[in-house]
């Protein structure tokens, strides 16, 4: 079965631009969270999608949004970048939405904004 | 705030040798827990996990233990080894709470 899959796997942005990434999950999984990663900090949650709706956010700013489609493939986009949101983006998936759903994560996408 | 930390930003450990990579977690809800590895330019890939009705759980060379008292759990690495290096996370959740991360420890194996 294949894994989480993440496109692109790099990308480089200047700041006032947008961004937009996309995730397909394990094959069966129906949620989808997003997590931001920089260095010295743990992951940062951003938000989880479960059968197309928002089921949690994080504490990111507006800039930050998501969707997720019929087929449980999930994008985020982010606005009017910063420098500051140069990191690591991962997805991950699991079976359900809720408690002890093992999350399995993808390889990441690396932001780089100039 | 809920918070999951780590002791040690970085652990080194002579190759052969056990590794123990501790966690605290402050939400006492937290039924759930997870242990994950993160390899370099890779997403991280999960462990172990163990449900706060057990205080140990075995996998192949990986043991977690779970203090629930002190809202404490371990990794432990038996005769580590290279491939052993990596960032380790813990993560809890707690009833349909998302998943929290810790910082992650460092492990750097000396061969």
């Known amino acids: 079965k294949a894994g989480v899959t993440q496109t692109p796997r790099y990308l480089i942005k200047t700041r006032g631009q947008q961004v937009t990434l996309s995730c397909s999950p394990i094959s069966g999984h129906r949620s989808v969270s997003w997590y931001q990663q920089t260095p010295g900090q743990g992951l940062q949650f951003l938000f989880e999608?479960?059968?197309?709706?928002?089921?949690n956010k994080g504490n990111f700013p507006g800039r930050f949004s998501g969707r997720q489609f019929s087929n449980s493939r999930s994008e985020m986009n982010v606005s009017t970048l910063e420098l500051g949101d140069s990191a690591l983006y991962l997805c991950a998936s699991s079976l359900v939405s809720g408690a002890e759903e093992t999350q399995y994560f993808g390889p990441g996408t690396r932001l780089l904004v100039l | 705030g809920e918070s999951v930390g780590l002791h040690l930003p970085t652990l080194s450990v002579q190759e052969g040798d056990n590794s123990i990579i501790n966690c605290a977690y402050s939400?006492?809800?937290?039924?759930?827990f997870i242990w994950y590895k993160q390899e370099s330019g890779k997403g991280p890939q999960f462990i172990i996990d163990i449900r706060s009705n057990m205080d140990k759980r075995q996998g192949q060379r990986v043991t977690v233990l779970l203090n629930k008292t002190v809202k404490h759990l371990s990794l432990q690495i038996a005769a580590t080894q290279p491939g052993d290096s990596a960032v380790y996370f813990c993560a809890s959740q707690g009833g349909y709470q998302k998943v929290t991360f810790g910082t992650g420890t460092k492990l750097q194996v000396i061969p």
């Open positions: 939400n006492s809800a937290s039924d759930y």
């Open positions: 999608y479960f059968s197309e709706t928002q089921r």
